[in-house]
């Protein structure tokens, strides 16, 4: 082969690889932005059986974006005011937080969330509220039977250890001086109660059922007594630049909540619904079964994703004038609605009680 043609050939391959290079870089930049990695969205919950959020994106069948468009990482907590360092740190991107635990994360810690959907909330008319119980040979009757007695809280300064000083203050007794205050894990309030380590307990739903099953125990008040109907006991609450970054996959999110929970919410996917509990929360079906999704022995879940915004602001005015806040928080300026309207634009509204 003559050297002439030899370079010509050498020449040829050069550009060869210079345009397949060329083309390679132009198929990436033009590449859709449904190519790109799903955003991981790490989320906190207390890892009760009430959380729904877990189990019903265990439904992967319902779902439309996940695993597309995002991915969930849920993180457990035993409590809702835990999380607050951690969105402080940036190791979690959205939170479900007792409106007390809000108040905090914004007044105390000075995080900048927003609330974009409800979680669940008390004391709706012909769904559960929180209820303290004794044991019925206790010899208490009423409220006015409680001075000096000991109550469990799950902390000091949360929403349960709130409504629970409403009732007491409706008495005219304060903490330390005419009752007691015992800090028990959810969990546990049933055994410090048949034990008499306790005289009064608090009870979150499953905790409620499990101990009507064993009997021997019955509500002495609840907490619609103690504010005086509805709270927004728990909201979904995110970094706001996080949200504002990911704005569309914040929505794809939320479309997928609001289908599995109407999924989960239909009578006759329960069975599923239960087994799915079950299975994550690693208790027998038998515990879950009797209150599970059931109205008047469950919370109330918005099947639209909005927040009772008055209960909220009413529940904040609550904490100032009991002293654990000194500043009201106006709920208007963090309930950030664009997101849900967005999703149930997609999915549709649904009729509410």
Do not use: C
């Amino acid at each position: 082969m003559q050297p002439s043609a030899i370079k010509v050939k050498r020449v040829r391959a050069r550009v060869s690889i210079v345009l397949l290079a060329a083309a390679l870089l132009l198929g990436w930049s033009m590449a859709p932005a449904g190519a790109a990695e799903p955003v991981k969205i790490r989320v906190g919950y207390v890892h009760v059986p009430s959380e729904l959020g877990p189990v019903m994106f265990m439904m992967k069948q319902v779902l439309k974006n996940h695993g597309k468009t995002y991915t969930i990482d849920y993180v457990p907590f035993r409590g809702t005011g835990p999380m607050i360092p951690a969105l402080a740190a940036k190791e979690l991107d959205l939170v479900t937080l007792a409106f007390n635990s809000f108040e905090a994360a914004i007044n105390n810690a000075g995080l900048d969330l927003k609330i974009y959907a409800d979680n669940f909330q008390d004391g709706v008319k012909g769904y559960y509220t929180g209820q303290w119980g004794v044991l019925e040979n206790s010899g208490i009757n009423s409220v006015a039977d409680l001075k000096g007695k000991r109550f469990s809280v799950p902390a000091i300064n949360t929403a349960v250890d709130m409504g629970m000083r409403a009732v007491m203050e409706k008495q005219g007794w304060t903490a330390g001086k005419d009752y007691h205050v015992v800090e028990v894990q959810f969990a546990n309030t049933e055994v410090f109660l048949r034990e008499k380590k306790i005289d009064v307990g608090f009870f979150a739903q499953a905790f409620w059922a499990r101990a009507q099953r064993a009997g021997g125990i019955r509500e002495i008040f609840k907490m619609t007594d103690a504010f005086g109907g509805v709270t927004q006991f728990v909201l979904r609450l995110g970094r706001k630049e996080f949200m504002e970054q990911h704005r569309g996959v914040m929505v794809d999110y939320l479309e997928d909540y609001l289908l599995t929970l109407r999924y989960v919410q239909n009578p006759k996917n329960r069975d599923e619904a239960v087994k799915a509990a079950a299975k994550f929360f690693k208790l027998p079906e038998q515990a879950i079964n009797p209150w599970f999704i059931v109205p008047e022995k469950d919370y109330y879940r918005d099947p639209n994703g909005y927040i009772n915004a008055e209960a909220l602001q009413r529940n904040l005015k609550q904490m100032v004038e009991m002293g654990f806040s000194k500043k009201l928080l106006k709920v208007a300026e963090y309930w950030d609605h664009s997101y849900v309207d967005a999703a149930v634009a997609r999915v549709g509204r649904v009729a509410t009680p």
